[in-house]
């Protein structure tokens, strides 16, 4: 399964109330954002500037081969990325495989062979302004960045890269939620619905 969306759609939400449905050997998460490059090296300036909504700023081979190895039965491991927080120190991931496999990030219906291996795509969407208000309540107050940085980035990397890089798939995907509150009897409602549907397929109990 691919969960995709714009920056402040709500995909944490939606993966979280997802996974809350299923015991822990039943479904698995991988994510695109543990295979950005590192960009720890850069001074405060440059990774203001540095443009990581591209596809170019992750780990293509990685991201892929892990997934691979993911569908045929082998745990992986890979350090968390913290968004170079230096208030975080980043976790080693243990990623099991299991009967549901959920692909997360912005990039997976761009990457042809990542986009192949889905059976199921989920597009979060939300309006503009909206999802701009959930990005800077998340990057100013959980990844403490200046609110200048923020504007800099959304407007120059993060709309022109959904436009580019996502919303040409939107139409593509197995179903479309559209987030434009926040009330979680949205999200609930969704995934109740999705993985009572995966559950039956699958014969869980």
Known sequence: ???????????????????D????????LISQDDYYY?????????????????????????????????FEGKTIYKKEYTFNNPNLTPKI???????ILI??????FHYEEVNQLLNYRIFLDADEDIALKRRLKRDLIERGYDHDDV??????????????????????????????????????GATDLISRELKEKLQFD
């Open 1 to 19: 399964m691919g969960i995709a969306g714009s920056s402040g759609s709500g995909k944490t939400f939606f993966l979280k109330s997802f996974l």
């Open 21 to 28: 449905h299923f015991d822990q050997e039943q479904v698995t």
């Open 151 to 188: 504007m800099y980035k959304w407007v120059n990397h993060v709309v022109p890269s959904y436009n580019t890089y996502l919303l040409p798939y939107k139409d593509t995907c197995d179903r479309v939620i559209v987030n434009n509150t926040d009330d979680p009897k949205l999200i609930n």
């Open 38 to 70: 590192p960009a720890n090296t850069k001074t405060q300036e440059e990774n203001r500037l540095y443009n990581f909504d591209v596809p170019s700023s992750i780990n293509r081979e990685d991201f892929f081969n892990d997934i691979k190895s993911l």
């Open 103 to 108: 692909v997360e990030g912005l990039f997976i």
């Open 93 to 99: 991931l243990e990623i099991k495989p299991a009967p």
